[in-house]
């Protein structure tokens, strides 16, 4: 089938879309078949994409099987001339027909349904094939070129900034006025959402350079501060396609461990210096990034369950209190307790080295209760030793590691008798 | 092979020391070292009393959980909790270098185990051909007997469960008193 084009999935085994283009329906187990009703080679049973540019099938990559065996294409929907939905009402087997421009009088590929999208994919099909979005122009906010006196100087400055200003408005209210319309916009407002947040980390560059050259006034924190919680705002609205219950059916867990893969893959670093996150953190942070079709937290916990058997890069670990975390593969328990080892070996004195779970939060962006269980892991290995205070536990180097003990032990010599004092 | 802490650098500059620890490896270290300044401890208040007192006035070694100076430690703020005294004494009495005498509450402490006091005593039995005579606890501890030997000051209720261990050894035959400890006969085969 020469139309469809090999195509890449991401990481954890989603369709990895190009910039502008935006998911708009999704099927479960879609075969695709010649004008022959024959199934295509190795074709039956797979993923199924609508985008406002292409049509992607493939088959989700199985944890164990060989990476080459799962593949994946993508159809252009410029090819498409045109596209009929067929159901018969003695097999259940609905069925979408697609006529390319070699042979307009019959139909070269058909996508054959199991599960019951059919209706709701052609439809969206139809839409996507309508608005023609890889004909769009890409900008949204033209610049001007050329001079203009209506721009110099600083009234032209603040005229242009209003102007800009408008704009935004404008396309925020257009996008949020109308669902149909924000399927469009989705891709450009995340764009400006970019946009904000790389002239912010410019901002921030410039600031922290002038900050380093001056003194440092206590205003620029303050901004800068405000400037971070702004930047971890937008870096957060980087989700345009969410899986939803009813793009994927039976298969709503399994795409959803793939997003939070794919989701993690990108953020965790910045939320976790120690590569794993609480479960109930990783569900504030995951539905803010969704904004809407939130996700219960059963949802959460389902996916993460699954996240090991498909094979992807995170593995839900539950510790002895019955706190969940969600930790990347790749992060050992050793690995963080080296780390609480090598804090504690910075103190001077080994004697009285000591680390809590609140001053391990603030080193390594952890959550209180993340941090306690992870200090606690370490205790269990024998990296360190608990002292209880009434203010809470202390952690120490584990300096009994090196005491030898003796079955039989030799007689105590008594010390000399110390001068007295 | 990095080298330990001694057990007295512990006790003077670790306050992680005064918390039972939860690790179970790491626990039997802990109360090991805490056995070894107990023991220490009590061998050096004999000594001071042999040497001050005189062999006859060696009063027993007692142990009080609650009152023993050597849990706390006030220049580092921490003083051994519950359950660490309670494990300490528990060791010391599986190691045969205790027993209890208010149970819970105090110890008597054996800085020798009976087993190494019934090897001493047999031994001396063996040198000085003194089976076949029956003597009293007493006359181990304190009579001309044993004077300036190791045997003397020892405690009496230690001196009998060393006997008791040369019981069940054949070696000899324990007569108990109704009236003290120190009127318990023995006689060595």
Redesign the interface.
């Known amino acids: 089938m020469e139309q469809l084009v090999p195509a890449q999935l991401t990481s954890a085994g989603r369709a990895a879309l190009e910039e502008d283009e935006t998911q708009v329906a999704t099927a479960t187990r879609v075969s695709l078949c010649d004008r022959n009703k024959k199934l295509l080679h190795e074709c039956k049973e797979g993923m199924l994409a609508v985008t406002t540019h292409h049509v992607w099938w493939w088959t989700p990559p199985q944890p164990g099987r060989n990476p080459d065996e799962a593949h994946a294409m993508k159809l252009p929907l410029q090819r498409i001339l045109k596209a009929e939905a067929h159901s018969s009402l003695f097999r259940r087997e609905p069925r979408i027909d697609l006529f390319f421009a070699s042979d307009p009088s019959a139909p070269l590929l058909r996508f054959v349904f199991r599960d019951n999208k059919c209706a709701e994919v052609f439809e969206r099909l139809q839409t996507s094939l309508a608005r023609k979005n890889w004909e769009k122009p890409k900008q949204v906010v033209k610049r001007e070129s050329g001079f203009n006196t209506q721009f110099a100087g600083v009234g032209g400055v603040m005229r242009r900034q209003q102007q800009e200003r408008e704009q935004t408005a404008n396309l925020t209210t257009e996008a949020f006025s109308d669902l149909k319309q924000l399927l469009d916009s989705a891709s450009e407002i995340v764009k400006l959402a970019d946009r904000f947040s790389s002239a912010i980390s410019q901002n921030q560059a410039k600031a922290q350079a002038a900050a380093a050259a001056a003194a440092g006034g206590s205003s620029e924190t303050v901004e800068r501060k405000q400037e971070d919680d702004f930047f971890a705002l937008l870096n957060d609205m980087g989700i345009a396609n969410p899986a939803t219950k009813r793009a994927c059916g039976s298969r709503y867990h399994e795409e959803l461990a793939r997003e939070l893969a794919d989701f993690l893959a990108k953020h965790l670093k910045r939320h976790s210096a120690t590569g794993a996150i609480a479960l109930t953190d990783l569900y504030c942070l995951v539905n803010r990034a969704r904004g809407t079709e939130l996700i219960s937290p059963n949802d959460l916990y389902q996916a993460c369950i699954l996240m090991k058997p498909l094979g992807l890069n995170f593995v839900l670990k539950t510790f002895e209190s019955g706190v969940s975390v969600l930790q990347s593969i790749s992060l050992n328990d050793d690995t963080v307790s080296s780390r609480f080892v090598e804090l504690l070996r910075d103190q001077n004195d080994p004697?009285?080295a000591?680390i809590n779970a609140v001053s391990v939060a603030s080193a390594f962006s952890l959550s209180l209760q993340l941090a306690l269980e992870q200090l606690k892991t370490a205790?269990?290995l024998?990296y360190l030793?608990?002292?209880?205070t009434a203010q809470g536990v202390?952690f120490?180097l584990?300096?009994?590691?090196?005491?030898?003990?003796y079955d039989e032990?030799a007689?105590?010599?008594?010390?000399p008798?110390p001068p007295s004092h | 092979?990095?080298?330990?802490?001694t057990e007295?650098?512990?006790h003077a500059?670790?306050?992680?020391f005064?918390?039972l620890?939860?690790?179970e490896?790491?626990r039997?270290?802990?109360v090991?070292?805490w056995?070894?300044l107990v023991?220490?401890d009590f061998?050096?208040q004999q000594?001071?009393q042999q040497r001050s007192q005189g062999a006859d006035a060696a009063g027993p070694s007692v142990l009080s959980l609650d009152s023993f100076p050597l849990f706390t430690n006030a220049k580092l703020d921490?003083a051994l909790?519950a359950a660490g005294r309670k494990a300490v004494a528990d060791d010391l009495v599986a190691s045969g270098h205790g027993q209890w005498h208010d149970a819970g509450k105090t110890l008597y402490v054996f800085?020798?185990t009976p087993s190494?006091w019934a090897s001493i005593i047999y031994d001396f039995v063996q040198q000085n051909g003194l089976g076949g005579t029956i003597y009293t606890v007493y006359e181990l501890h304190s009579g001309d007997l044993t004077r300036n030997t190791p045997i003397q000051g020892i405690e009496p209720a230690l001196c009998i469960q060393a006997l008791e261990i040369l019981e069940n050894q054949n070696k000899a035959e324990v007569y108990p008193s109704d009236e003290s400890l120190d009127e318990t006969g023995v006689k060595f085969i």
């Open positions: 004697f009285t000591r205790e269990k024998g030793c608990r002292d209880e202390d120490y584990n300096l009994f590691e090196h005491v030898q003990i032990e007689p105590p010599v008594p010390p008798v | 092979m990095e080298k330990a802490p007295a650098e512990f500059k670790f306050k992680a005064y918390t620890q939860d690790n490896a790491t039997l270290k802990q090991r070292l056995r070894r023991l220490e061998a050096r000594q001071q921490r909790d800085v020798k190494e």
